[in-house]
Nanobody, 122 residues
Framework: QVQLVESGGGLVQAGDSLRVSCAAS????????MGWFRQVPGKEREFVARTTPSGGTTGYADSVKGRFTISRDNTKNTVNLQMNSLKPEDTAVYYCAASTTYSRSTDSYAYWGQGTQVTVSS
């Protein structure tokens, strides 16, 4: 099992940058695929980014490609999401999650954090 805690959300203006982080505790963090998802009220949770256990391969939703970067540090049990050129439509609660498969589907992720709010004003 792994426990996940996000941090770093906040209120920023359009065009700004923000980094959200996820700290993991428990066993074998380095064996999990890590993903970031986001959700706005009334909508389904959507995939944002993912990274393989080694961090050597990453994937992104088209809506964030070129603006967001996922990274992980297996020595510190952390995974980060660097968000640049933020847009109002990036406003959401951001969740990190852990999976045993390299997937974009929420159904594949067994462990979730509590989420952190990111609000981008225009």
């Amino acid at each position: 099992q792994v426990q996940l805690v996000e941090s770093g959300g906040g209120l920023v203006q359009a065009g700004d940058s923000l980094r959200v982080s996820c700290a993991a505790s428990g066993r074998a963090f380095s064996s999990y695929v890590m993903g970031w998802f986001r959700q706005v009220p009334g909508k389904e949770r959507e995939f944002v980014a993912r990274t393989t256990p080694s961090g050597g391969t990453t994937g992104y939703a088209d809506s964030v490609k070129g603006r967001f970067t996922i990274s992980r540090d297996n020595t510190k049990n952390t995974v980060n999401l660097q968000m640049n050129s933020l847009k109002p439509e990036d406003t959401a609660v951001y969740y990190c999650a852990a999976s045993t498969t390299y997937s974009r589907s929420t159904d594949s992720y067994a462990y979730w954090g509590q989420g952190t709010q990111v609000t981008v004003s225009s």
